[in-house]
């Protein structure tokens, strides 16, 4: 049996985000992948045995384990022919992600970890499947127990992580978290990668080195994809003309806008709204 539920977020590459959650009580032999994922994923054993391969790595994981799956990483997990597992996950993105992952001491390159001192852990995914509503404070409950999943391993692994490497990665976090809200403030404005560092006070090429570690895409392809996502939210809220839009979200010239709209959503704008209206 399957649970398995989607979550659509309207901001994204914020702090930390949900994507999908739910459960499955596997049947024996069941299999997934191998293929790679969008998402963080987190998944974790509840009852029963299965292998967990990634990285040309494998793991056999039982009862109170649980694994991770980085963005674009190809990994494949199997059931047990006698003791299918039980297992519940999470899957997420975000600014800081990454960085608290790091501070669960979990990585690429170190996906396993064990949770078995209390039913604390089981307790908060089995809340986060059973909300069911789809308002705001519903999505905030959710989102809660995401943070709540996350400190819990946070607490149950942070005695093997450097107190030099939550500085480090700290910091960085700090000044993504800085280049995402000034994007969000200026988004509409005509602004450059350069302006950013000389507003955060660091070097250009540094900055865009710790972005793409933390965020997975350049600066500037997520100011475009960041005025892309505004673009859409206004076609399908607004009755503004193409040209008012494309200036709404910093492009002077529509043309371009057009072009960059229909290279990202594979459709024009106009198409585009159209489609929204069906």
Same mark, same amino acid.
């Given at each position: 049996m399957q649970i398995l539920?989607?979550? *659509?977020?309207?901001?994204?590459?914020?702090?930390l985000y949900l994507n999908q959650y739910g459960s499955e009580l596997c049947c024996p032999d069941h299999f997934q992948g191998p293929k790679a994922r969008e998402d963080y994923l987190?998944?974790?054993?509840?009852?029963?045995?299965?292998?967990f391969i990634i990285d040309g790595k494998t793991y056999h994981l039982e009862q109170g384990n649980g694994f991770l799956i980085c963005p674009k990483m190809v990994s494949y997990y199997k059931a047990d022919s006698h003791d299918p597992w039980h297992y519940y996950w999470v899957g997420f993105h975000g600014v800081h992600a990454e960085s608290?992952?790091?501070?669960?001491?979990?990585?690429?390159?170190?996906?396993?970890?064990?949770?078995?001192?209390?039913?604390? $852990?089981?307790?908060?995914?089995?809340?986060?499947?059973?909300?069911?509503?789809?308002?705001?404070a519903a999505e905030l409950k959710r989102t809660g127990q995401l943070y709540s999943i996350l400190s819990l391993l946070i607490q149950a692994n942070t005695h093997t992580q450097k107190k030099n490497h939550y500085k480090k990665t700290s910091n960085q976090a700090d000044?993504?978290?800085k280049v995402v809200d000034f994007i969000e403030q200026n988004y509409m404005n005509k602004i450059t990668v350069s302006?950013?560092?000389?507003?955060?006070? $660091?070097?250009?090429?540094?900055?865009?080195?710790i972005f793409k570690k933390n965020i997975h895409c350049s600066i500037q392809e997520y100011l475009i994809?960041?005025?892309?996502?505004?673009?859409? *939210?206004?076609?399908?809220?607004?009755?503004l003309s193409i040209g008012n839009i494309a200036k709404a979200v910093g492009?002077?010239?529509?043309?371009?806008?057009?072009? *960059?709209?229909?290279?990202?959503?594979?459709?024009?704008?106009?198409?585009y709204r159209y489609k929204s209206l069906f």
């Open positions: 539920k989607y979550v *659509t977020n309207s901001i994204p590459y914020n702090d987190i998944h974790y054993v509840f009852s029963g045995k299965g292998i608290f992952l790091r501070l669960a001491n979990l990585s690429a390159s170190h996906p396993i970890f064990n949770y078995d001192k209390d039913q604390l $852990l089981i307790q908060h995914f089995i809340e986060l499947i059973s909300e069911n509503d789809s308002n705001m000044y993504v978290r302006e950013i560092a000389d507003f955060i006070g $660091l070097d250009r090429s540094y900055l865009c080195s994809q960041l005025r892309i996502n505004k673009a859409c *939210t206004l076609l399908n809220n607004s009755d492009y002077q010239d529509p043309f371009l806008f057009s072009r *960059t709209f229909k290279k990202i959503k594979k459709v024009a704008p106009k198409e």
